[in-house]
């Protein structure tokens, strides 16, 4: 991995896709964890992408690659929810007829969403993307303790939520 980056530092533009190539789900499933709108997800990853190809020079530790183009992502994601501020939505509703598949899906997209944006975020980084608290702390710009608070509050809201689907 270390090697790409420092290829795509040199220019190559083949290295520097196969980098985003390898964290594109990761990426995806931040920016989900933080916008609503698959088209504003896609407008984030994309602008991030564009981003970190233009300054990819500037990573100073290709260790942190994967932290360095998450912090970017969650920034174009936080430009994003500025823009759309004044933006209505409206929330998904189930119609019959959907598969049970879908509506598991349905339930679990729900109990996420009963979460703050800050708890859905770290309980995004931590279990989809993998970072550990320290690297969320880094990539958010908060104490470890607050991570961990967030993520302690998220897992007993989300505890409390899978009790009251089972009961129903």
């Known amino acids: 991995m270390e090697n790409l980056i ?6 190559n ?13 990761a990426l995806y499933k931040a920016a989900k964890s933080i916008l609503n709108n698959d088209d504003d997800v896609a407008d984030a990853m994309q602008e991030t992408i564009i981003s970190a190809y233009r300054n990819i020079k500037s990573l100073k530790d290709d260790s942190y690659f994967k932290t360095w183009l ?3 992502l969650i920034n174009k994601c936080k430009d994003i929810m500025a823009k759309n501020k004044e933006v209505l939505i409206l929330d998904n509703y189930k119609e019959e007829g959907y598969t049970q598949e ?3 899906k349905f ?8 979460l703050s944006k800050e708890q859905k975020l770290v ?3 931590y279990y989809i993307s993998q970072f550990n608290t320290r690297e969320i702390s880094e990539i958010l710009k908060e104490s470890e303790g607050t991570i961990k608070s967030r993520l302690s509050r ?4 989300l505890r409390k939520n899978t009790q009251i ?3 129903v």
């Not at 339930?107 to 009963?114: F, G, P, R, T």
């Not at 998220?154 to 809201?157: C, D, E, G, I, T």
């Open 6 to 11: 420092k290829k795509a530092k040199k220019g």
């Open 13 to 25: 533009e083949e290295s520097f896709f196969e980098l985003i190539e390898a964290n594109k789900v």
């Open 70 to 72: 998450t912090k970017i």
């Open 102 to 104: 879908f509506l598991s």
């Open 107 to 114: 339930e679990i997209e729900d109990m996420l969403n009963s």
């Open 123 to 125: 309980i995004s980084l």
């Open 154 to 157: 998220a897992r007993n809201k």
């Open 165 to 167: 689907i089972r009961e």
